[in-house]
Protein backbone atom coordinates (compact mmCIF):
# COMPACT_ATOMS: atom_id res chain seq x y z
CA UNK A 1 0.00 0.00 0.00
CA UNK A 2 2.69 2.28 0.77
CA UNK A 3 4.12 2.80 -2.95
CA UNK A 4 0.41 3.06 -3.75
CA UNK A 5 0.67 6.17 -1.50
CA UNK A 6 3.60 7.33 -3.05
CA UNK A 7 2.67 7.07 -6.27
CA UNK A 8 -0.14 9.24 -5.47
CA UNK A 9 1.52 11.41 -3.50
CA UNK A 10 4.06 12.20 -6.09
CA UNK A 11 0.87 13.16 -8.54
CA UNK A 12 -0.16 15.47 -5.51
CA UNK A 13 3.12 17.05 -5.70
CA UNK A 14 2.60 18.78 -8.80
CA UNK A 15 0.12 20.52 -7.66
CA UNK A 16 0.42 24.27 -6.09
CA UNK A 17 0.10 24.44 -2.25
CA UNK A 18 -3.32 25.18 -1.56
CA UNK A 19 -4.73 24.83 -5.49
CA UNK A 20 -7.79 22.84 -5.98
CA UNK A 21 -7.55 19.17 -6.77
CA UNK A 22 -10.15 17.28 -8.28
CA UNK A 23 -10.05 13.18 -7.61
CA UNK A 24 -11.31 12.15 -10.68
CA UNK A 25 -9.21 14.51 -12.64
CA UNK A 26 -6.17 13.10 -11.06
CA UNK A 27 -7.14 9.78 -11.16
CA UNK A 28 -7.33 9.95 -14.58
CA UNK A 29 -3.59 11.26 -14.70
CA UNK A 30 -2.40 7.30 -12.78
CA UNK A 31 -5.58 5.25 -13.51
CA UNK A 32 -2.79 2.78 -15.27
CA UNK A 33 -0.67 2.64 -12.39
CA UNK A 34 -3.66 1.84 -9.78
CA UNK A 35 -7.29 0.75 -9.27
CA UNK A 36 -9.50 3.74 -8.51
CA UNK A 37 -10.63 1.73 -5.20
CA UNK A 38 -6.67 2.21 -3.78
CA UNK A 39 -6.35 5.83 -5.34
CA UNK A 40 -9.01 6.83 -3.18
CA UNK A 41 -7.74 4.34 0.32
CA UNK A 42 -4.06 6.81 -0.75
CA UNK A 43 -6.10 10.07 -0.60
CA UNK A 44 -7.96 9.05 2.45
CA UNK A 45 -4.44 8.03 4.10
CA UNK A 46 -2.76 11.57 2.62
CA UNK A 47 -5.56 13.16 4.39
CA UNK A 48 -5.04 11.18 7.37
CA UNK A 49 -0.87 12.58 7.75
CA UNK A 50 -1.72 15.64 6.60
CA UNK A 51 -0.47 15.98 3.19
CA UNK A 52 -3.68 16.15 1.92
CA UNK A 53 -6.11 18.30 2.62
CA UNK A 54 -9.93 17.41 1.69
CA UNK A 55 -12.04 20.47 0.87
CA UNK A 56 -15.53 18.89 0.03
CA UNK A 57 -16.95 15.62 -2.09
CA UNK A 58 -14.24 15.21 -4.72
CA UNK A 59 -12.01 18.31 -4.18
CA UNK A 60 -8.99 18.42 -2.25
CA UNK A 61 -6.02 20.61 -2.07
CA UNK A 62 -2.27 20.56 -1.10
CA UNK A 63 -1.61 22.45 2.30
CA UNK A 64 0.30 25.03 1.98
CA UNK A 65 2.67 24.53 5.39
CA UNK A 66 2.79 27.86 7.44
CA UNK A 67 4.88 28.95 10.73
CA UNK A 68 1.35 27.93 12.90
CA UNK A 69 0.72 24.92 10.73
CA UNK A 70 -1.19 24.27 8.11
CA UNK A 71 -2.93 27.45 6.24
CA UNK A 72 -6.28 27.35 4.70
CA UNK A 73 -7.27 27.03 1.26
CA UNK A 74 -8.41 30.93 0.47
CA UNK A 75 -11.84 31.49 -0.83
CA UNK A 76 -9.92 33.29 -3.54
CA UNK A 77 -8.71 29.59 -5.30
CA UNK A 78 -11.95 28.45 -4.75
CA UNK A 79 -13.73 31.29 -6.69
CA UNK A 80 -10.78 30.82 -9.22
CA UNK A 81 -11.19 27.02 -9.49
CA UNK A 82 -14.75 27.57 -10.72
CA UNK A 83 -14.41 30.75 -12.75
CA UNK A 84 -11.15 30.08 -14.73
CA UNK A 85 -11.02 29.47 -18.64
CA UNK A 86 -14.31 31.61 -18.39
CA UNK A 87 -15.65 28.24 -16.88
CA UNK A 88 -17.94 29.89 -14.58
CA UNK A 89 -18.94 33.78 -13.20
CA UNK A 90 -19.61 35.12 -10.17
CA UNK A 91 -23.33 36.42 -9.49
CA UNK A 92 -25.00 38.10 -6.34
CA UNK A 93 -23.06 41.08 -4.14
CA UNK A 94 -19.93 40.09 -4.99
CA UNK A 95 -21.04 41.01 -8.67
CA UNK A 96 -22.83 43.79 -7.76
CA UNK A 97 -19.84 45.07 -5.43
CA UNK A 98 -17.45 44.89 -8.70
CA UNK A 99 -19.99 46.99 -11.05
CA UNK A 100 -20.21 49.66 -8.06
CA UNK A 101 -23.88 48.83 -7.83
CA UNK A 102 -23.69 49.05 -3.88
CA UNK A 103 -21.10 49.35 -1.22
CA UNK A 104 -22.50 46.54 0.45
CA UNK A 105 -21.12 42.87 0.50
CA UNK A 106 -22.14 39.45 1.28
CA UNK A 107 -19.68 37.11 3.35
CA UNK A 108 -21.38 34.64 0.54
CA UNK A 109 -19.63 34.57 -2.64
CA UNK A 110 -22.12 33.13 -5.68
CA UNK A 111 -20.81 31.38 -8.80
CA UNK A 112 -22.49 30.04 -11.55
CA UNK A 113 -20.22 27.54 -13.38
CA UNK A 114 -20.40 24.79 -16.22
CA UNK A 115 -17.79 22.90 -15.23
CA UNK A 116 -19.33 21.19 -11.66
CA UNK A 117 -20.32 17.91 -11.65
CA UNK A 118 -23.91 18.28 -10.00
CA UNK A 119 -26.57 20.75 -9.81
CA UNK A 120 -24.91 22.62 -6.70
CA UNK A 121 -21.86 22.75 -4.11
CA UNK A 122 -21.32 24.48 -0.82
CA UNK A 123 -17.67 25.13 0.03
CA UNK A 124 -16.92 27.14 2.59
CA UNK A 125 -18.98 30.50 2.35
CA UNK A 126 -19.21 29.65 -1.53
CA UNK A 127 -21.89 29.05 -3.26
CA UNK A 128 -21.62 27.22 -6.71
CA UNK A 129 -24.50 26.64 -8.88
CA UNK A 130 -24.92 24.74 -12.66
CA UNK A 131 -25.22 26.62 -15.49
CA UNK A 132 -26.07 25.18 -18.49
CA UNK A 133 -25.37 27.96 -21.02
CA UNK A 134 -22.02 28.48 -22.68
CA UNK A 135 -20.17 31.20 -20.86
CA UNK A 136 -18.96 33.85 -23.29
CA UNK A 137 -18.48 37.33 -24.11
CA UNK A 138 -21.74 37.67 -25.21
CA UNK A 139 -23.64 35.68 -22.90
CA UNK A 140 -22.21 36.55 -19.44
CA UNK A 141 -23.13 40.39 -19.91
CA UNK A 142 -26.83 38.91 -20.95
CA UNK A 143 -26.74 36.81 -17.40
CA UNK A 144 -25.20 39.78 -15.11
CA UNK A 145 -28.12 42.04 -16.37
CA UNK A 146 -31.34 39.53 -16.00
CA UNK A 147 -29.63 39.19 -12.12
CA UNK A 148 -29.10 42.36 -11.81
CA UNK A 149 -32.66 43.57 -12.94
CA UNK A 150 -34.12 40.41 -11.54
CA UNK A 151 -33.11 41.55 -8.31
CA UNK A 152 -33.17 45.23 -8.51
CA UNK A 153 -35.80 45.69 -5.72
CA UNK A 154 -33.52 43.73 -3.26
CA UNK A 155 -29.66 45.28 -3.80
CA UNK A 156 -29.17 47.31 -0.68
CA UNK A 157 -28.40 51.32 -1.33
CA UNK A 158 -28.21 50.53 -4.99
CA UNK A 159 -26.23 53.48 -6.60
CA UNK A 160 -28.66 54.28 -9.53
CA UNK A 161 -26.01 56.25 -11.51
CA UNK A 162 -23.53 53.13 -11.86
CA UNK A 163 -27.24 51.16 -12.60
CA UNK A 164 -27.56 53.53 -15.50
CA UNK A 165 -23.92 53.07 -16.87
CA UNK A 166 -24.47 49.59 -16.79
CA UNK A 167 -27.59 49.79 -18.68
CA UNK A 168 -25.15 51.92 -21.17
CA UNK A 169 -22.22 49.46 -21.69
CA UNK A 170 -24.44 46.52 -21.71
CA UNK A 171 -26.83 47.75 -24.76
CA UNK A 172 -23.54 48.78 -26.53
CA UNK A 173 -22.42 44.95 -26.83
CA UNK A 174 -26.25 43.24 -26.69
CA UNK A 175 -26.30 40.08 -28.75
CA UNK A 176 -29.92 39.03 -29.08
CA UNK A 177 -29.22 35.92 -30.38
CA UNK A 178 -27.03 35.24 -26.69
CA UNK A 179 -30.00 36.67 -24.85
CA UNK A 180 -32.35 33.95 -26.71
CA UNK A 181 -29.95 31.43 -25.26
CA UNK A 182 -29.66 32.30 -22.46
CA UNK A 183 -33.44 32.51 -21.90
CA UNK A 184 -33.62 29.13 -23.81
CA UNK A 185 -31.80 27.49 -20.92
CA UNK A 186 -31.83 29.66 -18.22
CA UNK A 187 -35.69 30.93 -15.77
CA UNK A 188 -36.23 33.96 -15.33
CA UNK A 189 -39.16 36.07 -14.05
CA UNK A 190 -41.26 37.48 -17.01
CA UNK A 191 -40.90 41.16 -15.45
CA UNK A 192 -37.56 40.66 -15.23
CA UNK A 193 -37.41 39.68 -19.06
CA UNK A 194 -39.67 42.62 -19.77
CA UNK A 195 -37.44 45.13 -17.56
CA UNK A 196 -34.92 44.25 -19.79
CA UNK A 197 -37.21 44.60 -22.48
CA UNK A 198 -37.86 48.24 -21.39
CA UNK A 199 -34.14 48.97 -20.93
CA UNK A 200 -33.51 48.30 -25.05
CA UNK A 201 -36.70 49.98 -25.84
CA UNK A 202 -35.09 53.05 -24.08
CA UNK A 203 -32.25 52.88 -26.39
CA UNK A 204 -33.59 52.10 -29.71
CA UNK A 205 -31.86 48.79 -29.66
CA UNK A 206 -33.66 45.99 -31.61
CA UNK A 207 -34.74 42.32 -30.15
CA UNK A 208 -37.28 39.47 -29.89
CA UNK A 209 -37.57 39.75 -25.94
CA UNK A 210 -41.27 40.54 -26.59
CA UNK A 211 -42.14 36.51 -27.32
CA UNK A 212 -41.20 35.51 -23.82
CA UNK A 213 -43.88 38.57 -22.92
CA UNK A 214 -47.40 38.62 -23.33
CA UNK A 215 -49.25 42.12 -24.38
CA UNK A 216 -52.22 41.60 -22.02
CA UNK A 217 -50.26 41.59 -19.03
CA UNK A 218 -48.49 44.40 -16.52
CA UNK A 219 -45.62 43.00 -15.58
CA UNK A 220 -45.02 46.26 -12.94
CA UNK A 221 -41.37 46.93 -13.94
CA UNK A 222 -39.62 50.50 -13.06
CA UNK A 223 -40.35 53.07 -15.32
CA UNK A 224 -36.66 53.74 -17.49
CA UNK A 225 -37.14 57.49 -17.40
CA UNK A 226 -38.21 57.89 -13.67
CA UNK A 227 -34.78 56.17 -13.30
CA UNK A 228 -32.76 58.77 -15.16
CA UNK A 229 -34.67 61.16 -13.41
CA UNK A 230 -34.00 60.37 -9.90
CA UNK A 231 -30.17 60.06 -11.09
Known sequence: MAGLINTVEKAIQKYPENHVIVAN??????????????FYKSLERLNKNGKLAH?????????????????????????????????????????YNDKG????VSKRI?????????????????LVRKVSVALTN???????????????RNIEDINIKALLSCFTSFVETYSDQAANSVL???????STIAFLAAVLD????QHTLGKYLSPLSDYKIPNIEALYESA
Request: charged content about 25%; aromatic content about 10%.
Open 101 to 104: LTTQ
Open 25 to 38: ELYKKIAKELTEQN
Open 138 to 152: KTIPVIEMLEILQDY
Open 110 to 126: EILASNLPGDKKNIQNV
Open 55 to 95: LTKGLYYRPKIGRFGPVPISEKEIVYHYIKNQKGMMIGYRM
Open 202 to 205: HFHV
Open 184 to 190: SKMKYKK
